[in-house]
């Protein structure tokens, strides 16, 4: 499975940017995918994910009513979509397969147990 991300750049504070990340290598809906980001000097952030149909979708608090994740199994494609942003969503933002096709809070909770591929990352820069 290849995982790749793309959509990243630079924002003002307040703005809105929208990721994408295209699956290649298996069949797209069969599996669950989410979202990692990582600030310099911070640990790797489980921030979204979505279950197969996307019936299911997870939040962390810290983007909760300013990012949706969504997806389209035809295009094999998961979007995330950044509103609101704020400069501490600063970060290098990962498209990730986890190892569950469940996607409930604990999915997201082990970056380095529980995920099965990383897609590579793409930065996101917000500008206050």
């Known amino acids: 499975v290849q995982l790749q991300a793309s959509g990243g750049g630079l924002v003002q504070a307040g703005g809105s940017l929208s990721l994408s990340c295209a699956v290649s290598g298996r069949p797209f809906g069969s599996f669950g995918m989410g979202w990692f980001r990582q600030s310099p000097g911070k640990e790797r952030e489980g921030i979204s994910c979505?279950?197969?149909?996307?019936?299911?979708?997870y939040y962390s608090d810290s983007v909760k009513g300013r990012f949706t994740l969504s997806r389209d199994n035809l295009e094999k494609t998961v979007y995330l979509q950044m509103s609101s942003l704020k400069s501490e969503d600063t970060a290098v933002y990962y498209c990730?397969?986890?190892?569950?096709?469940?996607?409930?809070?604990?999915?997201?909770?082990?970056?380095?147990?529980?995920?099965?591929?990383w897609g590579k990352g793409t930065l996101v820069t917000v500008s206050s």
């Open positions: 979505i279950s197969t149909t996307g019936g299911s979708v």
């Open positions: 990730v397969k986890p190892k569950t096709n469940f996607c409930v809070p604990r999915t997201l909770r082990r970056p380095f147990d529980d995920m099965e591929y």
